[in-house]
């Protein structure tokens, strides 16, 4: 039987909040399916949890447990196995505001029923800073049309602090599998692949300006925590990697060119995080490891593309030369982080 929407919740011993999350999804009822990726959790009650929620809720919940193989492998048994029309993935330390939740739904059935189905819905979300007890919502009013049908090239810019996260996506399920999208195993960041390769395939939006996603951010053992980026740079770069090879920016369509410079924008912001926090590492083999990715970059796309992001974006300011140019970039980098609080 078709649902309306499949939530994926990549869990990995998660028992100390997953089901704060798990509750502010039910309550889109039989609309919903729920599909609770157990990620080999060995620590806690997190598959207990799961197949406590799945016989419970028989009609809603389904149950997966897996060998370990990172958040990435969770979204894709989501993809796999899911059986509504659109997708969403949450991540089992956030949730949902459930009013916003259910008005999501009805715009969905209701442009399910006008004919006018959707590749993808967009809605802000909320940074949730535990340590201060602050938040920020991220919003694209000046960017989306709003309460209309709409496509890339009516788009406007973005600014610079701006993105589609995983967050803020809902995809119609057939998009994501008809871009072949597969997610590296026992990698994190891949939430960056997750908004980038789907987005040729992507041709109705359609944008809320609702405040949908509660994005937990603070913890110390957080995947976006500085010095644990640091430490796994390794996979960062390979993510870098990935998007890389995955489009060909160059080969999108003419009605796709503000797509074309959104993407554009997106690598350089990942070529930035690359290199900066390379930078912050601050050892020769660092150095090295900044030098190949750029080389990579160089090697595997257009020439306008590399010179775009070498050049004339933030991706090229966070790899300046030398040590004034080391500490240019990371002042620019800490000055965004004191702004945004994205970690």
Known sequence: MEKLITFTV???????????CIETLLTAG???????VDDGSVKDDTPAICDEYAAQYPTIVRAIHQENGGHGEGVN??????????????????????DALGTVLDQLEALDAQGAALDLMICNYVYEHVEDNTRHTVRYTNVFPQRRVFHWGQMRAFRPDQNLLMHSVIYRTEVLRSCGIELPKHTFYVDNIFVYQ??????????MDLDLYRYFIGRADQSVNESVMVKRVDQQLRVTRYMIDC?????????????????????AMMMA?????LTIDGSEEAMVKKYTIWKYLYNHTDRSVYRHIRYLSVGGLMNLKGRVGNK???????LAQKVVKFN
Not at 328 to 334: D, H, T, V
Request: hydrophobic share 35%; glycine share 4%.
């Open 328 to 334: 240019i970039s990371l002042g620019g980098y800490r």
């Open 30 to 36: 039989e609309r919903a399916e729920i599909i609770l």
């Open 77 to 98: 048994q989501g993809i796999r196995n899911a059986a509504g029309r659109y997708f969403k993935v949450v991540d089992s330390d956030d949730w949902l505001d459930t």
């Open 198 to 207: 789907p987005l040729p395939y992507v041709k109705n939006i359609y944008y």
């Open 10 to 20: 990549p869990c990995y011993n998660s028992a100390a909040y997953m089901r704060h």
């Open 273 to 277: 995080i690359s290199s900066v926090f």
């Open 247 to 267: 489009q060909n920016l160059n080969a999108l369509p003419p009605e796709q060119h503000k797509l074309h410079k959104y993407m554009l924008h997106y690598l």
